[in-house]
């Protein structure tokens, strides 16, 4: 399969996945193209004209042609230049890699996700907080996570992968879409009454197994075992950690339980505070199950499997 034709897949995939709902990215979409038809000349010169059919700021083709065929495909959950050179390293031993998909965003696709932190509002929205207060608190949100990516050199490793002539894409918030809406859907259709049928569910799929062996499992931060969970909400996609306010709207919205990949310190005292039970699951364990079920459609779609060369944390599960 072509290099495009994955980057389609990954996009229409996480399109049918998002947390919001169809409707939701279609009007978002739409929007971007009004402001888009209402620009003067000379400001459509720089705009991301990408953005007009994908919504994934963070997931996107960083270096290499299009029409590559790919075949056999390197995967870390984050690729550094280090891994960009590991890469060559192997090819030139002889393995042959076709292409790098890093999980995490760099270059471009770091410097602008941002923008994703955006469907957080409809995202919690949808668990019952009035939609007028969620765009307010993620557009605070938003800006403290701009700021904070201004001082980055965002080009290493896109700069790395040029130099070497190794194509490189990132798949971020398609794959995080796919790992919120599997455990949503599965956490709904168990209706647990306690925090650790929760665990217990977890542990039933290979990316926590695995974690679990290496030191990372899934653990309850706040509550017990026999906490009631009440109204769960699973929280793993929208680029990043969302606002600290939206603890105490999701309280006051009934919800009991958060599933999360990680939380902050900070972020984990204010959930306390607001009587929320909360699930890590595991980061780079959830990472890995949205990657996973992502390439499962990828090879569905081709007819045929890819060669994975795992690295950075990334394991291939199949389905």
Request: include cysteine.
């Amino acid at each position: 399969m072509r290099l495009k034709d994955i980057h389609n897949l990954f996009i229409k995939e996480g399109i049918e996945s998002d947390p919001r709902g169809l409707n939701v990215v279609e009007l978002d979409l739409l929007k971007r193209k009004e402001e888009y038809g209402d620009l003067l000349d000379e400001k459509k010169e720089n705009y991301d004209i990408e953005s007009l059919t994908n919504p994934y700021y963070d997931s996107r083709i960083l270096y290499g042609d299009e029409n590559t065929e790919v075949k056999t495909v390197m995967v870390g959950i984050d690729i550094e230049s280090q891994e960009i050179l590991l890469a060559k390293q192997l090819i030139n031993s002889g393995t042959k890699i076709d292409l790098v998909i890093a999980h995490h965003p760099e270059g471009y696709a770091y410097s602008t996700f941002y923008g994703v932190l955006g469907m957080q509002a409809d995202i919690l929205s949808k668990q019952g907080i009035p939609i007028n207060i969620t765009e307010k608190i993620v557009s605070k949100r938003m800006e403290e996570v701009r700021r904070s990516v201004l001082s980055q050199n965002s080009e290493r490793v896109y700069d790395a992968a040029k130099l070497l002539n190794i194509p490189l894409m990132t798949a971020h918030s398609v794959a995080d879409n796919h790992v919120a809406a599997f455990l949503q859907n599965e956490i709904n259709v168990l209706n647990p009454m306690y925090l650790k049928t929760i665990i217990e569910l977890l542990n039933k799929y290979p990316e926590y197994k695995h974690a679990s062996k290496i030191g990372h499992k899934p653990f309850i931060l706040n509550g017990s075992d026999y906490s009631h969970c009440g109204k769960v909400f699973v929280d793993m996609t929208g680029g990043t950690e969302g606002p600290l306010e939206s603890f105490e709207k999701l309280e006051t919205a009934g919800v009991g339980t958060i599933v999360s990949m990680h939380l902050s310190h900070k972020a984990v005292k204010v959930a306390e505070e607001h009587h929320l039970n909360v699930i890590l699951a595991g980061h780079i364990s959830s990472d890995n199950l949205g990657l996973n079920l992502l390439f499962d459609k990828l090879e569905k779609r081709a007819l045929e499997k890819f060669e994975f060369i795992e690295c950075s944390g990334f394991r291939r599960f199949r389905r």
